[in-house]
């Protein structure tokens, strides 16, 4: 029997998925529909028939406004997947490879190529570069600061000769904190690097655009924003080299090969394009409640933030509280919360049942002990100052 969730549940875990915003649901309605009624819009994006067309446009129509709410060149920039980890496992190996090939040619065999990411990567990104350093890959991992940070010094004394690919998120899902990508950029292709940004969190929480940014990848997740889950897309700047890891029908421009998920597709687009009419308004009011979190929280007796900031502070994300419990395991609060009507995590949703403390404390210099103790909570469009009140009360409960 499945685990019922009280109608009045204060879900204050944004960051692991957002709920489904209104938005997306309108637009992935038509396609939801039972039988034949579904023919006009629900069939294959790649059939030639009349339904197949009407798929395909719809789909067409949803790339060219994501590629203009998010600041492409060009639609077919635009690579629809499954999620940001299969965008990023094919950006880091469908770009690194081609490019190292290259290389080889004009600089000779014995060309040894690097790739260079952070400490603080999803596992989306670390594991695909555990990968290529078995493929012979050079490949260095840049320790942040003790706020998160990326330095780009850090990644200057990183870049070599034989760098092809550099990857760094832009928005850290645990502690939120948002890297300089724009000057990042830059500097790799200084250097002759590519550059990539797992962009998943910070969509929606921060402006994202993609031209202004100058980098050649990005990926993006549909249900961090309201949208549906198992959609994505990987960003592709035109000429980036790539080489699809997906191998079949030859859609999305030879790029990804498998049917579309139209519907969800659909849904994204929705959900991007009301985030983007909205970023700038929630993003300031989310700040507001972050803050006043923080402080709120922080003046209990053995609760400490994980990172130090000043209020208003945008360089980390508005919607992301991060704080360490002495005396407890995360594990220990997020039930006793869960069971005082409230949702949040000790950390990435992706590595919750692991017993290892989390990487990204590790390298940020949280000891193992305080790592144990972490608590993430993340809010959203939906979350209110009141929720966020009682909330505390009940943190407050837990630990007392």
Known sequence: MATSVPQDYTYLDWAATAPLCEE???????????GLANIPLGMNANSLHSPGRAAFEAMELARKQMATDLG?????????????????????????LPEAQRRRRSEGRDF????????????????????????????VYI????????????LEKALSGNTVLVSVQMANSEVGSIQPIGELARLSHDRGSLFHTDATQALGKTPVNLGALGVDSASFSAHKIGGPKGVGLLYLKARTPFSSQMLGGGQEGGKRSTTQNVCGIAGFAAALHA????????SARQRELRDWLYARIGAMDGVRATVAFE???DSFLP???HVLVDGYESETLVLRLDMKGFGVSGGSACASHSLEPSHVLKAIGVSGDEAFGALRI???????HNDLERFAEALEECIR
């Open 311 to 313: 209020p208003g502070d």
């Open 378 to 384: 993340s809010f959203g469009r939906y979350t209110s």
């Open 275 to 282: 985030v983007k009419g909205l970023v700038e308004v929630e």
């Open 24 to 34: 997306a649901a309108e637009a992935m309605q038509p396609y939801l529909q039972p």
């Open 319 to 321: 919607n992301i509280v």
């Open 72 to 96: 492409a060149s060009r639609p077919g920039e635009i690579v629809f997947t499954s999620g940001a980890t299969e965008a990023d496992n094919a950006a880091l190996v469908g770009i690194a």
């Open 112 to 139: 040894v190529p690097r790739v260079v990411t952070t400490a603080v990567e999803h596992e989306a990104v670390l594991k695909p570069a555990r990968k290529l350093e078995a493929e012979g890959f050079e490949v």
């Open 143 to 154: 320790e942040p600061d003790r706020q998160g940070f990326v330095r780009p010094e850090a």
